[in-house]
């Protein structure tokens, strides 16, 4: 991997290991000293490598620099004499014999309760998916926003209003018991389904596909799924999806970064071995009687791997998305619906289905209209593809537009 590669590779692997060990250890109402540990943990790694090269053992520089910053804290920072060195003298522990412990059991463990703790009860679900983003998967403020749909001041709002109730109630990182497991751990899930979906099509960042977060949103997944407690089937379902949409990353995009759309993708790319997890986990979730939307989305997920273009396979896709939108309705379920609705019943029915929608400030509604009217009408095709290109956040979906504009014969 090169250099420029490495760190950001290392700080989405790292960070929250970083942070989670050390919160754990001075307590989850020191949040903020842990972060500005990780983070300065990583400005020295950007600050040294370029000039004395990546040491033989990067994540074990980085471990090692983080504990001594640790230490250097506990002993010199005000905040850290005034709120914990009582504690330690109390408690009869000497600070130069304490131990940050980075070892891969502490850091997994770590990791779910502070997944856990940012998950409690006491703040808006808004905010447990913002501090968890934050915190556990390394996002930026403007990651965060775009995730949420909504604004950097919405989301520094909900950060701070976060932290300090979580101070309030005095939040322990441990995990949680029985009864406060299954509504804490939905906010888990949503929060690692919206770290995923941000990999899998990146609407704030001009690549397309980034596949770093798709894989630490898979990594957290299988903390839960390797945790007797949280081996639910929600979580099995959850990590089927991901593994049925990874399976297809490579194919994605072509060699300029660009999207590279289902019906165009060689699917000679497909991963056949995540294919086959996805498979896996997803006959362990159907144990039990419980439903959820990601049971729904992952056996849609399935059928889209199943490379045989065939009546059989749209209409069970279809079926699919008319109940997961009885399930929970969305727009763009709805619109991918829509897609699905053409493969079945053709071109004109799926006109006036898409026209309902009204999804007058989606890009994906233009362009699906452009697509369902090519061969029909080829002015009302290129109006909406024109459209279609206004709205578009981002270089590579107006470059996906603009070849279909090419390609019409007006």
Request: hydrophobic share 40%; net charge negative; glycine share 4%.
């Amino acid at each position: 991997m090169e250099q420029q590669e490495l760190l950001p590779h290392l700080f989405r692997a790292e960070f929250s290991k970083i942070t989670a060990v050390i919160c754990r250890h001075f307590g989850f109402r020191h949040i903020e000293i842990a972060e500005d540990i990780a983070s300065d943990t990583f400005l020295a790694a950007f600050e040294t490598w370029p000039y004395k090269g990546v040491p033989p053992n990067p994540t074990a520089w980085l471990y090692a620099v983080a504990k001594n910053k640790a230490r250097n804290h506990l002993q010199r920072n005000a905040i850290f004499q005034n709120k914990i060195a009582n504690e330690i003298i109390n408690s009869g522990i000497n600070s130069e014999e304490i131990e940050i412990d980075l070892s891969e059991k502490n850091s997994m463990d770590s990791q779910l309760q502070m997944l856990f703790a940012v998950c409690h009860p006491s703040i808006s679900a808004e905010s447990q998916i913002a501090l968890s983003l934050r915190v556990l998967c390394g996002f930026g403020i403007e990651e965060i926003a775009t995730a949420l749909l909504t604004n950097r001041e919405t989301v520094n709002k909900r950060l701070y209003r976060a932290k300090e109730k979580l101070r309030e109630e005095k939040v322990e990182m441990e995990f949680p018991g029985v009864n406060a497991l299954k509504s804490r751990l939905n906010t888990v899930l949503t929060t690692l389904y919206l770290l995923f979906n941000e990999g899998y099509y990146s609407e704030s960042q001009e690549s397309i596909v980034r596949k770093e977060l798709c894989q630490e949103a898979m990594r957290l997944m299988m903390l839960l799924r390797e945790n007797d407690t949280t081996n639910l089937p929600a979580v099995n379902a959850l990590l089927a999806l991901m593994c049925f949409q990874s399976s297809r990353l490579k194919a994605r995009k072509n060699n300029n970064d660009g999207m590279i759309l289902y019906e165009d993708q060689d699917d000679s790319l497909w991963d056949e071995g995540l294919i086959s997890q996805g498979a896996f986990y997803l006959h362990e979730a159907s144990q039990g009687n419980e439903l959820t939307k990601y049971h729904l989305e992952a056996s849609i997920a399935y059928w889209h791997t199943v490379k045989s273009d065939t009546p059989e396979k749209w209409k069970n896709i279809l079926q699919l998305f008319n109940q997961l939108l009885r399930f929970e309705y969305s727009a763009i379920a709805a619109l991918n619906r829509t897609y699905a609705f053409f493969k079945v019943n053709g071109k004109e029915a799926a006109i006036m289905e898409a026209e309902k929608l009204n999804l007058t400030n989606n890009h994906f509604y233009f362009t699906l209209l452009g697509e369902l009217y090519s061969g029909i009408d080829m002015i009302k095709a290129k109006l909406n593809f024109e459209k279609a290109m206004e709205l578009a956040n981002t270089n590579t979906d107006k470059q996906t537009i603009r070849k279909k504009i090419r390609n019409l014969q007006v």
